[in-house]
């Protein structure tokens, strides 16, 4: 299926360094292919000319990509002979690997994985391109190999201009973005600005997505500079209209606030009460509110009255001990990206110095 879908990939593309048709596609070996791979594939030294005039067919369309990625001749031949023990001990030619097996290949070879990736990627369609790799340097090699150094280099010199003229700036601008472009040029197969499509821009996204291995339930999240390539190409008039940028709800906003869980119902009204309407700046209100549900949850354990309204001198006094002993990572939901997880909260004796106390008792006198 994989096979296939390659070769629909290759036909529906209208770009290729290479002229493709005119190779061999036939993946299976001949006898005389076979038995030639079998004598020689052994040495540990390149490939003979013999050996080369009797498997002609195979090493033809990888020594013309080969000259053109600009592959060193010093190195050339041991590729290649690589590339032929590879294709003796599967029975098939490199035509005929499987979308696994060309990943398999890749990884085995690191010194010279891209020169592969593009063996793979121009002669065979291959567009697994973010299982062998995701590091910044692999798609802008890659595509200068693939499409052509001054090509790649006049794509990315008009994106960032008019990025640089929009107030984009700085080191991650300039790391990401190049990274970015030449990512969603694989991905549409075409060294063309102007050949670039939404669809392109959402196969980037699926293949990060799918690298990072992001949770289940998150949604769309185009990136912060898939998102500013959009307004390029918006700009430019090659799409409608840029990707939306995702805004990750946050949790304390959300309508069901899984925040509260194990907090006592009324207890968690009041903390939400108190968050909408206190006057506070939103990252202290933030805090309080986060330190408040933590409080719910002793509530709730200790079954004491949920309204502070109603507690009695000795509740409080046994509330405010709590919180002198707590310690990173009590009473909460998630402990697993808790700073100093076990730490007590207070480093100091003198309790009167931490802002808690002072903001979350004057919440449970007035419910400001």
């Known amino acids: 299926m994989r096979a296939v879908q390659r070769e629909q990939g290759l036909q529906a593309s209208n770009w290729s360094p290479l002229n493709i048709d005119r190779y061999d596609r036939n993946p299976a070996l001949t006898h005389t292919e076979a038995r030639a791979l079998t004598r020689h594939v052994n040495e540990h030294h390149p490939a003979r000319a013999t050996l080369h005039d009797e498997v002609r067919r195979l090493i033809e369309p990888v020594d013309d990509l080969f000259n053109h990625t600009k592959l060193r001749r010093r190195i050339r031949p041991f590729l290649v002979l690589y590339l032929l023990r590879e294709m003796s001990r599967r029975g098939r ?184 309407t206190s006057t506070l700046c939103l990252n202290s209100r933030r805090r ?15 079954h004491l009255e949920t309204s502070p309204a109603r507690w009695t001198r000795a509740s409080a006094a046994e509330c405010v001990a709590m919180v002198t002993r707590i310690r990173s990572g009590d009473w909460t939901k998630v402990t697993r990206s808790v700073r100093n997880l076990g730490q007590p909260w207070l480093r100091t004796p003198r309790p009167l110095r931490c802002p808690f106390y002072g903001g979350s008792s004057a919440t449970f006198r007035s419910g400001r």
């Open 93 to 276: 030619s490199l035509r005929g690997w499987t979308t696994q097996e060309w990943i398999e290949i890749i990884n085995k070879h690191p010194p010279q994985q891209q020169h592969l990736i593009a063996a793979a990627y121009v002669l065979c369609g291959f567009t697994e391109l973010d299982t062998v790799g995701w590091r910044h340097p692999l798609y802008v090699k890659l595509a200068q190999k693939v499409f052509g150094q001054n090509s790649v280099e006049g794509v990315l010199d008009r994106v960032s201009t008019l990025l640089v003229e929009w107030g984009y700036s700085g080191k991650a601008t300039m790391r990401h973005i190049p990274r970015t472009v030449c990512e969603a040029l694989l991905a549409n197969r075409s060294p063309r600005l102007e050949d670039l499509t939404v669809e392109a821009l959402k196969t980037v996204e699926e293949s990060r997505k799918r690298n990072k291995k992001r949770q289940k339930g998150t949604g769309s999240r185009p990136s912060v500079w898939l998102v500013a390539v959009s307004r390029v190409l918006t700009k430019l008039g090659v799409i409608r209209e840029p990707l939306c940028p995702f805004t990750k709800t946050p949790a304390w906003k959300a309508e069901k606030c899984e925040l509260a869980e194990n907090v006592p119902t009324e207890w968690a009204n009041l903390c939400r009460f108190w968050f909408d």
């Open 288 to 302: 309080s509110y986060y330190v408040l549900l933590n409080i719910g949850r002793w509530v709730g354990h200790e």
